[in-house]
């Protein structure tokens, strides 16, 4: 559901059945003040842009939304926080739940994948930053696993409860990765060589979305929505769209958000 009639048209509003109470928003680099290679719409702090700009563009994603996004410090790592009304932005986490109204949960992106999450419930929320390595994890246990752990502990839901959304990311046609990121995801299962095609030179092309799906399904979450890997989806090959650090180096962020009415 869209937030209110403030959110920008031209950004995403997830089509998932989420229950009514969740709110869920996905920016895109239209609607924001700063000027290029940061147009417009950067809610990066980290990146060079202009303070006031970074500073006046956050403000707006939260009239829009209604509530408070708290943005994160990412470090692909799979460190999630739980967030309450006193949360600093800052903080160091690539995941966050919220189970109190006004919280939005927030990640910001420039090629990797956002992942919200709700419950059949509505009591909590969360969201994940899965690039690959914090998708990847050490051995077992990746972002995905930890943030589903702790909602689950939080709402005392089954896996099979909980509703998955994949915003935008880097496509599985762009996705240059050496072998090394392969040998990564098959540590854990063989199986996820199937997401992965050859380049030539020892490179592969991965598909970042569907290794997501993979461990999601092994967690037990069917109920998965939003990106499946279509150029639709690709922040590299929607400029106009999409930052992407991939193709420009230098750009914004643009952000995902699920909150509790």
């Given amino acids: ?9 031209r950004w995403i509003v997830p089509d998932w059945p989420a229950p ?92 990797c994948l956002p992942v919200l999450f709700t419950t059949e419930n509505g009591s909590a929320v969360a969201a994940a930053h899965a690039g690959w390595r914090g998708l990847a994890g050490d051995g077992a246990r990746g972002i995905l696993e930890t943030v589903c752990e702790q909602l689950l502990r939080e709402t005392g839901s089954a896996s099979s409860g909980v509703l998955a959304w994949l915003g935008p990311c880097i496509g599985p046609r762009m996705f240059e990765v050496g072998a090394e990121v392969k040998a990564a995801f098959e540590m854990k299962d063989p199986q996820a060589g199937q997401l992965f095609r050859p ?11 569907g290794l997501a799906r993979r461990r999601l399904a092994a967690l037990g979450i069917t109920q998965i ?9 690709c922040t590299v090959t929607n400029p106009s769209r ?11 962020r643009f952000a995902a958000a699920v909150w509790l009415a």
Avoid at 83 to 110: F, N, Y
Avoid at 225 to 233: K, L, P, T
Avoid at 242 to 252: E, H, I, K, L
């Fill in 20 to 111: 009514a109470r969740v709110r869920a928003i996905c920016s895109t680099r239209a609607g924001g003040v700063s000027q290029a290679p940061y147009d417009s719409l950067n809610l990066g702090d980290h990146v060079g842009d202009a303070p006031e700009s970074v500073t006046a563009n956050r403000q707006l994603f939260a009239r829009a939304l209604q509530a408070r996004p708290v943005f994160l410090s990412q470090v692909h790592g799979c460190d999630p926080a739980q967030l309450t009304a006193d949360t600093p932005d800052g903080t160091q986490a690539d995941g966050c739940i919220a189970a109190a109204p006004g919280i939005a949960c927030t990640i910001m992106v420039a090629d």
């Fill in 242 to 252: 999409f930052f992407s650090y991939r193709r420009d180096r230098v750009c914004g």
């Fill in 225 to 233: 929505y939003g990106n499946d890997g279509a150029d639709d989806w």
């Fill in 199 to 209: 380049r030539g030179e020892g490179k592969w092309l991965a598909d970042l979305q």
């Fill in 1 to 9: 559901m869209a937030a209110e009639k403030a959110v920008d048209p």
